[in-house]
């Protein structure tokens, strides 16, 4: 078994679990709302959105569609995730918008189109695997090619003061290096907590 697919194996266990364990509740995200908020305030840095297309990849709840529309109301949002349970979640939480959130696999499937901006907040701390980083990287490289301007991920850190065994944290330094094989036009955040950094990765 390959990397990409232990991957998607440990995802969809992960997933599967929390959400028959917390149902349509805010804890199946596995972080709190403050985090959450700080997460999202953080990828408000990669663009100007309004008027513009994103795809969220890992899109859970849809919360980033709700934080985001507060201040972009034109954005052309589009919601990706691997676990259907997730995407019945958005539905029923977004009626109004439920043919933007799909069933999807990026590394299996061609999206019909490319987008402005490319976000992906939590996806590959589950993926517990000392090749997390190599799948990590074919994953933002993936990510990259789907995105006419730029993309966000966020990832939790190696610096984080206290660890769990069910999430891998990774070197930003390492990973530093890594996207810097995908383009030079980078930059890091690693201020808004101490368990979690954004890499931001820009075609211009």
């Known amino acids: ?26 804890e199946v995200v596995g972080w709190t709302e403050e985090s959450q908020n700080k997460r999202f305030k953080a990828l408000s840095q990669l ?18 569609f709700k934080f ?36 999807f696999n990026i590394l299996e499937d061609t999206p019909t189109r490319n987008f402005d901006y490319v976000t992906c907040i939590g996806v590959l701390n589950q993926v517990t695997s000392p090749e997390s980083p190599e799948f990590a990287a074919t994953f933002i490289e993936r990510l990259f090619s789907l995105a006419d301007k730029a993309i ?19 070197d930003p330094a390492d990973m530093i290096n890594r996207i810097s094989k995908l ?9 808004y907590l101490k368990n979690d950094f954004t890499l931001f990765l820009y075609k211009e």
């Open 1 to 26: 078994m390959d990397i990409n697919d232990k991957a998607h194996k440990q995802l969809h266990q992960f997933w599967n679990e929390r959400t028959e364990k917390y149902g349509n509740n805010f």
């Open 47 to 64: 663009g100007k959105f309004e008027g513009k297309s994103l795809l969220d990849v890992g899109c859970g709840r849809g919360d980033l």
């Open 152 to 170: 966000a991920v966020s990832i939790t850190s190696l610096y984080a003061p206290r660890k769990t065994p069910d999430t891998y944290y990774f």
């Open 183 to 191: 383009t030079t036009c980078f930059k890091i955040d690693h201020s």
């Open 68 to 103: 985001l529309k507060k201040n972009n109301p034109e954005i052309d949002y589009t919601g990706f995730d691997l676990n259907s349970e997730m995407i019945n979640f958005c539905h029923n939480l977004h009626p109004e918008a439920k043919d933007k959130f799909k069933v």
